[in-house]
Structure formats: structure tokens, C-alpha cells
């Protein structure tokens, strides 16, 4: 919601403009979603106070000034904390040409524009806004509420408001800070704030330019591009056309599904066909039918008329226009039940850079919308950037709703399911235990929401405790199976020698003699293993080097009688 979308449903609501000083006192109050609401009817007093001032000095302006006036005045409201002392850059030709011009717009100053601003609003709206309320302005959603109200046109470009990011002065390809200007020539890039201004130096050092070209300043006369006229009209309504949708909207409701599509039908042809297709009626009747139609499962014709509704809203009503942004808002999320979710997540994400530059960061509607973002990105199986969005989504409601509301308890009851399905199951059963106190606290033990917490609650702590004991299990296994694999090395234990070396410990080569005693050795383990250890053969060194050969008349069988091939004309020797 900006000043626009605020006047309109006052306006909606049989409230005057003038009543935006009650409107802000009301909402004055310790609730914190309030404050938003208080600080946007503040922003859109400021904004109205500004643009009487600067019409009374623009309106027997001659045009050349008009660009200098407009900037000067621009750079007292939001470029004081870059400058504080902005000059007026007029020209001396122009000055001498009109002579006998008011320039009284040269004498404002920063302190001035905020006394005559704090006048302003206390006699238009019967309320004294706070002393400090330049601290708390939000310089680029004013600029635009000022550029709209004025109808003033300025360059795309980042523009500097604030002491945060110092100028950088280019000199002969090096960059230096705004302090370091002893040098032959130096100029200010347009990042800085404005246009490149040249400052001229003498061989000493000393700045010998006016202080008007030299100053660093927000604004400058060539960043105002244009002042366009603001034309307000009385647009007529068709009181048949409205008649047919609201006739087709209580049939739906009776149950009576065909007579009401075909009243909403009727409805959308007297509206093209009295606005014509390029209105911002027309635009409206396409966002309502888009809803009627989703509503009735014809999700095709609701995303067409979606798309229409963004288009023409776009050309009628502006690029950065409220309706527009709850146009590619519902367009979203129609795209999303069409199984379009990747498309919808465009559409989705354009919207909520609308809301930045409209409103700024933590815009009380950007809850839902982000909670959405985060829905479609756990359809997609995109569980950890679900949970990022969620995260956000919780830290905007709890600086706009409280940490203990009912809106808070719910995304924190999502995050929950968000951070279970992201394997984390230690901050799943900490946000829920959250979501459950504060539902236990607010609504009472017995309530639906108090009692689906408990069990998803009791369902995550039980699974938090499977997950560790498993985990346990397989560490412990997994040390098991070490151990087990490791070699162990006693006293007892003799290293066996490696190829080609001896069991002695000098590496060198064993002989035939010591194989033959080896060998011995282990004829008799394997012959005395029913004797006690240590126990000695009683066979002669004949039989067992017979038994060692092969050659024991025991085991030694008839060998098989080979034949030969006669065509081979070489035989085995």
C-alpha cells in the first residue's frame, strides 16, 4: 500500500483527505502492526505539505528556473545528509536575463523546509507530526510519492541520499576519497548523486570555481528531466455494466453456476465495449472475473484473464501501481494451480520488487506473499530455499505483528514443517514447541490449532529421538568394523618377512639349509598336531625328506599314461 492505494480507500470509505491526521493518531497505538499504517499516513502528509510548498514557489517561476527549483527543493528534503547546506545552481546568464524574477527559492534551506513542512501539516491536518521525522523518512518511496504528486520526471539512476557511501572522486584513473582533492582536475561520477561537475584548481591547490558548481549535492538541475502535467477527472461509470456483474456474482452464489457465467460474460462485454479495452475499469473487471472464474475450477479462463488484467493495468494504471502488483499477485498464483510453479515464481518474485520500491522491505502484505514463494518451492522439492523464505517471512511478521501473535505462531508452525523437511529435525521440534506456547497462551489448550500443534509437536520430538539413536547405531557400528579391521600387534606376535628377505633380522637372503629347516618345521606341526607343543618327531630325516620331496611311498600314486599326438612332429623330451 502506498499514498495512492491509502487516499483511494478513504476516499472509498466516505473519508476526507483532511482526516489523515486522525487516521495517523489512531493508529499511534503499541500494536506493532499499526505502526505501518501510522507511518504511511505520516509519509503521505509530508509528501502533500511538500507539494503545496513547492507549487507556491514554482508558480510564477519563470520555466528556465523550473529545473533548479525543483532539484534545490529535492536536496533540502532528502539530501540533507549528504549536504547539509545544499546550494541553488542558477545560471548568471539566466539570471541576468530575467532580472526581475523571484528567486526566492535560493533561501531555502534544510531546517527552513522542515519548519515550513511541520506548519504545513498542522494546518491542513490537525496534528503535530513528530520532531524527528527525517530520521524516520523513507527517502526513496518519498521521492516517488513527490514525483507523483508533481508530476516530475527524473533520470533512472541510483541516486545518493545519505552520508553511508562517500563520493568518489576519479582522478587520472585512480580512485580517491571526497577529502583528497589536491590535484589538477577532478570530476564526481553521475553515481554520486547527479551529473559529472568539473572543478577547477589553481597550481596551489586552492579551489577557484563558484561553490555552487563545486557542491556535491543529491539532485541536480539535469537530473529533472521534465514536470508533466497532473489532470484530474470524474470518470463516468456504467451503471449497467456494473449491474450485470453484481447480478452474476449472487447467481454463483444461489448455486446457479450457468446463469452466472453468463452474466459475468455479459458484464465483461458492456465493459469493453463502453471504456474500451484500454481502461482501468476494464482491468478491474478482468482481476474480479480471473477470481469468479478460479473459484468455479475453470482454471484455464482464470489464468487468460489474469493475463489481461496485468496487461491492461500496466498501460492504464502504471508500471508500480497497487492494483497492478495484486495483478501479477493473483496471476501467480493461478499459474502456480495450473502446474505453471516455475512461471508463477516470476511473477511472484516481479511482484514483491514492486512492493520494495512502492513500500519499501517489510510491507505488512509481503508476509503472505513470501509465505507463498516458499510454498511453491517446497512443491518443487526445494526444501532449503522453502526454509530460507519461510525464515524471512517469520522475522517480517515478527517485527510487524509481535513475536507473540497468532500470525507468528502459524509461520512458525510452517518453518517447523519446513526445517523437518530439510533434515533438521533439532530446529523443527524447537519452532514448533514455539508455535505451541504461543497457541497454548492465545487460544487455549482446547483450541484446533492448540491441539494439531501438540501432535505434529509429540510426532517431530519422537522422530528427533529415532533419528539420533540411528545415528548413534551406525557410529557405533562404524567403530566396530574399525576396530575389527585393524591389525593388532602383540608381544607374542612375530612380523612376517617380507618377498626375498629372511626371517633373520639382518634382510639378508636365506639358504637352501635354512628353507629345508622351515620346511622341516612345519612338516612336523603338521604331522604332531594331535602331540603337545614341543613334543619331537620320532620319524628319521629320510622319511622326512621323502614326505617333504613327494616321494612317501604312502601317498604316491600311478600317474596317468599320456598320449601323444603322432601328427606332432616334436615331442616333450
Not at 383 to 408: C, K, M, P
Amino acid at each position: 500500500m502506498d499514498g495512492q492505494s491509502l487516499s483511494t480507500l478513504l476516499h472509498k470509505r466516505g473519508i476526507n483527505i483532511r482526516y489523515l491526521g486522525k487516521v495517523a493518531e489512531l493508529s499511534a497505538g503499541a500494536e506493532p502492526r499499526s505502526q505501518a499504517l501510522r507511518l504511511l499516513a505520516s509519509q503521505e502528509m509530508i509528501a502533500r505539505a511538500f507539494k503545496h510548498i513547492a507549487n507556491r514557489h514554482l508558480r510564477y517561476l519563470p520555466a528556465p528556473f523550473a529545473s533548479t527549483c525543483v532539484a534545490h527543493l529535492l536536496n533540502c528534503l532528502l539530501g540533507h545528509d549528504l549536504n547539509g547546506s545544499p546550494k541553488a545552481e542558477v545560471e548568471k546568464s539566466l539570471r541576468l536575463l530575467y532580472s526581475e524574477a523571484s528567486l526566492d527559492f535560493e533561501n531555502v534551506t534544510p531546517q527552513s523546509l522542515q519548519a515550513e513542512i511541520n506548519a504545513q501539516v498542522k494546518l491542513r491536518y490537525r496534528i503535530d507530526i513528530e520532531e524527528d521525522w527525517t530520521a524516520q523518512l523513507k527517502h526513496l518511496q518519498m521521492l516517488r510519492e513527490v514525483c507523483l504528486k508533481l508530476g516530475i520526471q527524473l533520470t533512472a539512476q541510483d541516486y545518493n541520499f545519505g552520508k553511508s557511501i562517500t563520493p568518489q572522486l576519479s582522478i587520472n584513473g585512480h580512485t580517491h576519497s571526497h577529502e583528497d582533492q589536491h590535484t589538477s582536475s577532478a570530476t564526481i561520477p553521475a553515481s554520486a548523486g547527479g551529473k559529472k561537475k568539473k572543478k577547477a584548481v589553481d597550481q596551489d591547490g586552492a579551489n577557484t570555481s563558484s561553490p555552487e558548481v563545486g557542491n556535491v549535492q543529491t539532485f541536480y538541475a539535469d537530473d529533472i528531466l521534465n514536470i508533466v502535467p497532473i489532470i484530474k477527472e470524474a470518470a463516468p461509470r456504467s451503471v449497467l455494466a456494473t449491474e450485470a456483474l453484481e447480478a452474476g456474482r449472487i447467481s454463483i452464489a444461489q448455486q446457479q453456476k450457468e446463469l452466472g457465467i453468463e452474466l459475468l460474460l455479459e458484464s465483461l462485454s458492456l465493459h469493453e465495449q463502453i471504456y474500451g479495452i484500454l481502461h482501468a475499469e476494464v482491468a478491474r473487471v478482468y482481476y474480479q472475473l480471473s477470481t469468479h472464474f478460479y473459484n468455479l475450477d475453470d482454471k484455464a479462463i482464470a489464468v487468460e484473464l489474469a493475463r489481461k488484467a496485468v496487461i491492461v493495468a500496466e498501460r492504464t494504471l502504471g508500471i508500480d501501481s497497487h492494483e497492478t502488483v495484486l495483478s501479477y499477485l493473483n496471476l501467480g498464483l493461478f499459474e502456480h494451480a495450473s502446474g505453471n510453479t516455475r512461471l508463477a515464481l516470476t511473477y511472484v518474485r516481479h511482484a514483491l520488487d514492486l512492493l520494495k520500491v512502492v513500500y519499501g522491505p517489510r510491507h505488512p502484505d509481503s508476509i503472505t506473499t513470501i509465505n507463498n514463494v516458499a510454498v511453491m518451492l517446497q512443491h518443487l522439492k526445494l526444501y532449503h530455499d522453502s526454509r530460507l523464505w519461510f525464515e524471512t517471512s517469520l522475522a517480517v511478521s515478527q517485527d510487524v505483528s509481535g513475536r507473540t501473535s497468532i500470525n507468528t505462531a502459524t509461520l512458525l508452525f510452517q518453518l517447523a514443517q519446513a526445517l523437518a523437511l530439510d533434515q533438521d529435525s533439532k530446529g523443527a521440534v524447537g519452532r514448533m514447541r514455539e508455535a505451541y506456547n504461543i497457541f497454548n497462551a492465545e487460544l487455549g489448550a482446547q483450541d484446533r490449532n492448540t491441539r494439531e500443534a501438540e501432535t505434529w509437536l509429540e510426532q517431530l520430538t519422537h522422530n528427533a529421538v529415532s533419528i539420533a539413536k540411528h545415528a548413534k547405531d551406525v557410529q557405533a557400528r562404524r567403530l566396530r568394523r574399525i576396530n575389527q579391521l585393524t591389525p593388532r600387534v602383540t608381544l607374542a606376535t612375530r612380523m612376517q618377512p617380507q618377498a626375498g628377505q629372511s626371517s633373520a633380522g639382518d634382510g639378508a637372503t636365506g639358504t637352501i639349509a635354512d628353507a629345508t629347516e622351515a620346511a622341516v618345521a612345519a612338516a612336523g606341526a603338521a604331522a604332531g598336531a594331535g602331540r603337545p607343543l614341543g613334543g619331537l618327531d620320532e620319524r628319521s630325516i629320510d622319511e622326512l625328506l621323502r614326505y617333504i620331496e613327494g616321494s612317501d611311498a604312502s601317498k604316491q600314486t600311478t600317474p596317468k599314461k599320456r598320449t601323444t599326438n603322432p601328427k606332432r612332429r616334436q615331442q616333450p623330451a
